[in-house]
């Protein structure tokens, strides 16, 4: 199985209802209605999407290899997700929905993978 990477990272997040890619701070992030749910740090080997801290802290406890959250981030509700970490697509998949789903407008969430 070849190692996910950041073009994964695109292709899957605009294939969701909505989103716009967009560069900020030197790199790609992705929108719906306006608002972030994934962008693809410097060396493109992670990414970052959105999470509820308590989730957040139970992520990083179970899976310390996978998730982590930089100092500048502790205090957002963001996680970091390191690509060759993930076990498949299907789990980019359903973490950058997951993601999408906290701030897409009601209604467009009805998405099936």
């Not at 716009?20 to 929108?31: A, L, N």
């Not at 801290?53 to 930089?70: G, Y």
Request: hydrophobic residues 40%; charged residues 30%; aromatic residues 8%.
């Amino acid at each position: 199985m070849s190692v996910l990477d950041a073009d994964d990272v695109r292709r899957i997040a605009l294939s969701f209802p909505g989103t716009v890619e967009k560069q900020r701070w030197g790199h790609p992030t992705f929108d719906v209605a306006g608002r972030m749910f994934v962008t693809v740090p410097d060396d493109q080997t992670s990414f970052a999407v959105r999470c509820p801290r308590l989730e957040r802290d139970e992520l990083i406890a179970a899976e310390p290899e996978k998730f982590w959250v930089p100092k500048h981030e502790a205090g957002s509700n963001w996680v970091r997700a390191r690509l060759a970490a993930l076990e498949d697509a299907d789990e980019l998949y359903d973490i950058l929905l997951d993601s999408w789903q906290q701030v897409a407008p009601p209604g467009s969430a009805d998405v099936s993978g």
